[in-house]
């Protein structure tokens, strides 16, 4: 089983790459977002419990996180991997989904972080914010979101180091020249 981690800032394109890869290497490209989405449409039980927490205006717990990791390793186990995008996000929902992976005699396999630069990040998330019309997301929100990530990351980051699971592909280019360089490092 190839588990893989895909990090990035907003803006990095992690969700198109995590698409491509799940695909070129026929594993399970799982998003949280989408999961919970999943969940609450599908009135599981555990999409229960998310829409009474999302409906109370509070964040999903790591707890109930991890327990839906749980649930997508349990009910995939015939796929031969997983890409993550956007979980792991603190330092605790990685210690847990770690010691969860070790109940199911699993463990992360790779950890890949696109980097792009701040003024590349910046332009592209400004073109998408007008593109969707998310007057919202002005220069200064996006540059404070990019902070915030940066700051929540790091401790990730030496985590994953740790244990020598973490490496770095330059994320600007096309979308194309960047899957290539992330899977060359998948390979390899």
Same mark, same amino acid.
């Given at each position: 089983?190839?588990?893989?981690? %895909? ?9 198109? /790459? ?43 717990? *790591? &707890? ?20 993550? *995008? ?6 605790? /929902?990685?210690?847990? %989904?770690?010691?969860?992976? @070790?109940?199911?005699? /699993? ?23 007008? @593109? ?15 902070? /915030? ?8 980051? *030496? ?12 994320? &600007?280019?096309?979308?194309? *020249? ?11």
């Amino acid at each position: 089983m190839f588990n893989l981690i %895909l990090f990035g800032p907003p803006g990095a394109g992690k969700g198109t /790459q995590a698409i491509k890869i799940a695909g070129q290497f026929g594993w399970k490209h799982v998003s949280t977002g989408d999961i919970l989405r999943a969940e609450v449409s599908q009135g599981t039980s555990l999409g229960l419990k998310v829409k009474t927490v999302m409906e109370a205006g509070h964040l999903v717990s *790591d &707890e109930l996180l991890i327990e839906i990791m749980e649930s997508v390793f349990r009910t995939n186990s015939s796929v031969e991997g997983f890409v993550l *995008d956007g979980f792991p996000r603190t330092l605790k /929902q990685a210690e847990e %989904l770690d010691k969860m992976l @070790e109940k199911l005699g /699993q463990k992360i396999t790779l950890v890949l972080a696109l980097e792009v630069n701040e003024d590349e990040l910046v332009k592209r998330l400004l073109k998408r914010a007008q @593109e969707q019309g998310r007057k919202d997301d002005t220069e200064e929100v996006i540059k404070n979101r990019l902070v /915030q990530y940066h700051h929540h990351t790091k401790p990730l980051i *030496d985590h994953y180091k740790r244990q020598n699971l973490f490496k770095e592909v330059f994320g &600007e280019g096309t979308i194309e *020249d960047i899957f290539m360089k992330l899977c060359t490092v998948i390979r390899n």
